[in-house]
């Protein structure tokens, strides 16, 4: 059995994770630049200070009922999909959730016990991770979009199979295709290599931008791999987190949005 000592490690180092994503960030005040990209800043309210507590909402015309309507049939064509065995093995499928307008797209390997359970993406302790490092970046979950590569939870969360993916990579491509955002981060080594289609690992693919291009006529979109939230917490250290936000920090320029910059210590 570990020692105390080594438990309250862990404990402090996600603790001082929890901090560095969501804690001690300003908000740059935006430009005329950002104010051309249809931005909305929200203010703080009272008491707190602008950054971490602030919001940009992301403002991009609502998508047609056709497209909801689709987004919709997709979903419930995951929950009665029986392609691969994961159909028969699930609680529940995770077809994924969002603003089916977000111009920011967030794209993980596979659901895990907690959304199994809910049948929600990125609801367990990695998925309480993302939220801060999207809080950090000055925006709501509800503004953005979360899925991933498979719809169905891998037994004792396993790497998927070629299998699998190929029988379930259809929903999301169809999905990126309907919602066209403006850039997606690839979370982790699976989503990167699948979505890029390429063996390189997540160490050789981080921090620059590629192209992932959805099907046959569409235009590329720019994609971000980085580390999963659920690498962080396994592999806790100053620089893997740094990594990640000098990561989002890059999509956030892209997408001409305000980056919050660290104060204090």
């Known amino acids: 059995m570990k020692s ?21 960030l300003t908000v740059k005040k935006t430009t005329a630049e950002h104010t051309k990209k249809n931005l909305e800043i929200t203010s703080a309210p009272e008491g707190q200070t602008e950054g971490a507590a602030s919001a940009v909402k992301i403002a991009r015309p609502p998508c047609s009922p056709e497209v909801i309507k689709e987004l919709e049939d997709i979903a ?12 028969s093995l699930r609680k529940n499928a ?3 959730e969002g603003n089916t307008s977000a111009r920011l797209m967030f794209v993980g390997e596979a659901p895990g016990a907690d959304e199994d359970t809910q049948g929600r993406p990125f609801v367990g302790r990695a998925g309480q991770l993302l939220d801060k490092i999207i809080a950090a970046c000055g925006i709501k979950r509800q503004d953005v979009w979360i899925g991933n590569i498979l719809k169905c939870r891998p037994p004792d969360n396993r790497d998927p199979k070629p299998e699998e993916i190929i029988a379930c990579i259809p929903y999301l491509q169809r999905q990126i295709e309907l919602i066209n955002p403006e850039i997606i981060v690839a979370l982790g080594a699976h989503a990167a290599k699948t979505l890029l289609d390429t063996p390189k690992a997540i160490g050789q693919l981080r921090g620059v931008f590629h192209e992932y291009v959805p099907g046959i006529g569409h235009k590329p979109i720019k994609l971000m791999p980085t580390f999963h939230p659920a690498y962080l917490l396994r592999n806790y250290s100053d620089d893997n987190r740094r990594k990640v936000w000098e990561d989002m920090k890059k999509v956030l320029a892209e997408l001409g949005l305000p980056v919050p910059q660290k104060t204090g210590k």
């Open 76 to 87: 419930e064509q995951t929950r009665k999909c029986r392609k691969c065995e994961l159909g």
């Open 4 to 24: 105390n000592p080594d438990i309250k490690k862990v404990v402090r180092q996600h603790a001082e994770m929890a901090e560095f994503f969501s804690g001690g």
């Open 94 to 96: 995770v077809p994924g």
